[in-house]
């Protein structure tokens, strides 16, 4: 625990150097905090900490800068998220009151609008692939020699597409004998169904009958869903170190690693990840503010923005609270909404 004291001079410090990216000197505490004491007072405060970790000198005779935890003491300082400006909130209305169509290009744009209203990349994940349903229908078609593609129409009105390349030249006579098969075995069952239908007598439609099953049970996406990522090149103008912009866009390309970290930040408690307490070392200077989103009143994906450890707190956090606020009721509102299985990062 800070007495009020150094309280207020690590709030002065974090707020300036969120601003400026610069060290900060006591100077400019004794102007800025207003606390009534000298600059040597401060500068002794500043002294205690450092060593208690809150801060950290650059060089012997630069300010200070906050450390991790020196931030958190911050964050959790806050009385909550700061609400938006006007026009950024009249700019969320006006996006999801135009919200139509598939859900893919929905989670896409809600990533853009959300690294809009940050200056931060933003992560969308999508609701979790659904237990195996019924399939409504299946059907395969020949797209080229080598080439079919696998349609099957799930009883809650989800699309798995899958594109499967075949080792040998397949006729429309092979695909016709092979979608029946798959389709009347399949029929009321789900694709998680054990076993595969009765061989045919027909060695090229049996190896597509198999390649098919094959490739629809086998989810395209990481588990927990798709990743939307919007405002990826905007991490370039968060960071000074070339080769820190490289490692955070290269993560920012992995799907299961973004998946992985706004799910384990959520299932510890956080709302807010900084530095190292997200345990992604070559991420050790972002943070992460994360936030669910619901269908139905159930938790389906995840919003989320990955920035500097000296990002603006407040305002990142009541962006994420919104936007996944305004993402639960339209996902809520509009059932016919529907994942194709083919989503794609932004």
């Known amino acids: 625990m800070l007495d009020e004291r150094k309280a207020a001079i690590l709030r002065a410090v974090v707020e300036c150097h969120i601003r400026t990216a610069q060290p900060v000197s006591s100077a400019y505490v004794v102007e800025m905090a207003g606390l009534g004491v000298s600059p040597a007072t401060v500068r002794n405060e500043m002294a205690v900490l450092e060593q208690e970790g809150y801060l950290l000198q650059p060089h012997?005779?630069?300010?200070?800068?906050?450390?991790?935890?020196?931030?958190?003491?911050?964050?959790?300082?806050?009385?909550?998220?700061?609400p938006l400006?006007?026009?950024?909130?009249?700019?969320?209305?006006?996006?999801?009151?135009?919200?139509h169509g598939e859900i893919e290009r929905l989670l896409a744009e809600t990533s853009g609008l959300l690294s809009r209203l940050t200056d931060y990349a933003a992560v969308v994940v999508a609701p979790s692939a659904?237990?195996?349903?019924?399939?409504?229908?299946?059907?395969?078609?020949?797209?080229?020699?080598?080439?079919?593609?696998?349609?099957?129409?799930?009883?809650?009105?989800?699309?798995?597409?899958r594109a499967i390349e075949t080792p040998s030249e397949v006729t429309d006579g092979a695909v016709d004998m092979a979608s029946a098969a798959v389709a009347a075995w399949l029929a009321?069952?789900?694709?998680?169904?054990?076993?595969?239908?009765?061989?045919?007598g027909d060695l090229a439609v049996d190896v597509l009958v198999s390649t098919a099953?094959?490739?629809?049970r086998h989810p395209e996406e990481p588990e927990g869903g798709h990743v939307f990522v919007g405002g990826a090149a905007r991490m370039a103008t968060a960071f000074d170190a070339v080769g820190t912009i490289r490692t955070v866009l290269g993560i920012l390309e992995q799907?299961?690693?973004l998946?992985?970290?706004?799910?384990?930040?959520?299932?510890?408690?956080?709302?807010?990840?900084?530095?190292?307490?997200?345990?992604?070392?070559?991420?050790?200077?972002?943070?992460?503010?994360?936030?669910?989103?619901e269908v139905g009143g159930e938790r389906a994906g995840t919003v989320g923005i990955l920035g500097p450890t000296r990002m603006h707190y407040d305002h990142a956090l009541a962006a994420v609270a919104v936007v996944s606020e305004k993402l639960s009721q339209a996902l809520s509102a509009q059932p016919g909404l529907e994942m194709t299985g083919q989503g794609s990062g932004n």
């Open 255 to 257: 799907q299961y690693v």
């Open 213 to 216: 099953l094959a490739a629809l």
């Open 259 to 293: 998946v992985t970290l706004l799910r384990d930040v959520l299932d510890r408690g956080l709302t807010v990840a900084i530095g190292a307490e997200h345990g992604v070392q070559p991420l050790a200077d972002c943070s992460v503010v994360v936030a669910p989103y």
């Open 60 to 82: 012997s005779s630069a300010g200070r800068v906050p450390t991790d935890k020196g931030y958190r003491f911050f964050v959790d300082s806050l009385s909550g998220p700061s």
């Open 130 to 161: 659904p237990e195996p349903g019924r399939v409504r229908s299946l059907q395969l078609v020949k797209l080229a020699t080598h080439l079919v593609l696998a349609v099957a129409v799930l009883g809650n009105g989800s699309v798995e597409r």
């Open 188 to 200: 009321g069952g789900s694709l998680d169904k054990f076993g595969s239908p009765a061989p045919t």
């Open 85 to 99: 400006g006007a026009s950024q909130a009249e700019l969320v209305r006006l996006f999801f009151a135009r919200t």
